[in-house]
C-alpha cells in the first residue's frame, strides 16, 4: 500500500508524542519537519529518522510533495499555518487542538477550508483515551438503563507550566487548555448542550489567564452534566492526563476513577475492570493514556484520508467544542446562562 506523504509543522514538547503515534501507523510517512527554531526540528528529526527539516514553512509547502499536514504549534500560529497550507494546495489538514485562540478565528479556519475543498481535521485526543471509549461502550450497552446525571471532573496540581511556560501568559488558560478535552469528551458521551452557567477564578497568581473553571449543563436530552476543571487542587487522587467521570442511571451508575478502574454498579452489585496499555518507546509511561490515545485517533483520521472510514474528529465537529469553551467565558463573564443556540460571537 503505498502510503501518504505528510510533513509536521512544531517541533516542540508535544511533538514527539504525535510523530511517535503517527510512527505506530502503517499508512503513512513523514517526510519532514519545521520549527522556527531549526535546531529543535533537527532534534526531532533525528530521533524519528526524518530526511529533511526545514526553518521555513513557506520553503517546506514549496519544495516538499505532501499529501497532508499536521500542525502542531502554538494555538495563536494555527490558522496562519492552515491558511498557508490551503494557499498551497493541501487537501487534507490536522491541527492541535485548541483549534484557536478564540470562537471567531475557528469559524474563519473551518470556512477557508470548506471554500478551499480542503478537509480540516482537529487532533482531539482524550475522546479516543481508552478508558473513555471503554466507558462510552458500557453506557451505550445500557447495563445502567437510562443516564439521568453526569459528574466529569479534572483535578490536578501537575506543574504543567515547568514543561509548557507560554501558558503562564495566556489571558485564557485552563477552559481553553483543558476545557477543550473535557467538554469535547461530554459531547462525545452525552450529545449537545442546550445552555450552561460558567465561573472561573485564578488561584495561582503568577498566571495571566484562570486555572479553575466550573460548568453547569444541560443537554439537549435534558441530562444536567457538572463539570470542575483545575490546576490548582491538591488532591489524594490526582486526575492529571485523564478524567474521572460518575454516570447515574436508572438502573446503576458507572465510574471511572483512579488507576483507569471502570466500577459499574447495578442493584446485582459492582463489577470492576481496568485498562491497561501497551508500551512504546516513544511514551511516557506515566500518561500513556495521553500518549497511546494520540495512535487512535491518527488512525482514524488516517482512515477518512484513504476513504475508508469516517473521522470523528473534523473541523466542523471540533467547532461545536470551541463554541462551548467560548460561551463558558461569556457565562464567566456576565454572570448568567448562555442558551447555546443564541451564542455566535467570541467574548475576549
Known amino acids: 500500500m503505498e502510503k501518504l506523504k505528510f510533513a509536521v509543522l512544531g517541533c516542540g514538547f508535544w511533538s514527539k508524542f504525535q510523530i511517535g503515534a503517527w510512527s505506530e501507523l502503517e499508512g503513512a510517512e513523514l517526510v519532514a519537519v519545521y520549527n522556527r527554531t531549526l535546531s529543535k526540528a533537527e532534534k526531532i528529526a533525528q530521533y524519528f529518522k526524518v530526511p529533511r527539516v526545514y526553518d521555513n514553512a513557506e520553503e517546506l509547502f514549496r519544495n516538499e510533495k505532501l499529501d497532508f499536514v499536521d500542525i502542531i504549534t502554538d494555538v495563536d500560529t494555527h490558522a496562519l499555518f492552515v491558511e498557508m497550507a490551503v494557499k498551497h494546495g493541501l487537501k487534507k489538514i490536522i491541527c492541535q487542538k485548541p483549534m484557536a485562540p478564540d470562537f471567531e478565528t475557528a469559524k474563519h479556519m473551518v470556512k477557508i477550508c470548506r471554500e478551499a475543498g480542503a478537509k480540516l481535521y482537529i487532533h482531539e485526543n482524550y475522546r479516543w483515551q481508552a478508558p473513555v471509549r471503554r466507558f462510552r461502550q458500557i453506557l451505550d450497552s445500557g447495563v445502567i438503563g437510562n443516564p439521568f446525571k453526569a459528574r466529569v471532573s479534572f483535578l490536578s496540581g501537575f506543574p504543567v507550566f515547568d514543561n509548557q511556560p507560554f501558558l503562564k501568559e495566556l489571558d485564557h488558560f485552563i477552559l481553553t487548555d483543558m476545557g477543550s478535552?473535557?467538554?469535547?469528551?461530554?459531547?462525545?458521551?452525552?450529545?449537545?448542550?442546550?445552555?450552561?452557567?460558567?465561573?472561573?477564578?485564578?488561584?495561582?497568581?503568577?498566571?495571566?489567564?484562570?486555572?479553575?473553571?466550573?460548568?453547569?449543563?444541560?443537554?439537549?436530552?435534558?441530562?444536567?452534566?457538572?463539570?470542575?476543571?483545575?490546576?490548582?487542587s491538591v488532591v489524594e487522587h490526582d486526575s492529571f492526563s485523564t478524567l474521572f467521570m460518575l454516570v447515574e442511571g436508572e438502573e446503576g451508575s458507572i465510574y471511572l476513577g483512579p488507576g483507569f478502574e471502570i466500577r459499574t454498579t447495578t442493584r446485582e452489585g459492582t463489577n470492576s475492570e481496568t485498562v491497561n496499555f501497551p508500551s512504546y518507546c516513544w511514551a511516557d509511561p506515566d500518561y500513556i493514556v495521553n500518549h497511546e490515545s494520540g495512535i487512535r485517533i491518527n488512525r482514524n483520521i488516517l482512515e477518512d484520508m484513504l476513504g475508508h472510514g469516517k473521522a470523528e474528529n473534523t473541523g466542523d465537529d471540533n467547532l461545536e467544542t470551541v463554541r462551548l469553551i467560548w460561551a463558558c467565558y461569556e457565562s464567566a463573564s456576565k454572570g448568567k446562562t448562555v442558551r447555546i443556540d443564541k451564542f455566535r460571537y467570541s467574548y475576549k
Open 181 to 232: 478535552h473535557v467538554l469535547d469528551v461530554i459531547r462525545f458521551l452525552f450529545g449537545e448542550c442546550e445552555e450552561l452557567w460558567c465561573q472561573t477564578k485564578a488561584v495561582n497568581k503568577d498566571i495571566k489567564g484562570e486555572d479553575l473553571a466550573v460548568v453547569m449543563m444541560k443537554m439537549k436530552n435534558g441530562m444536567p452534566v457538572y463539570t470542575e476543571l483545575s490546576y490548582a
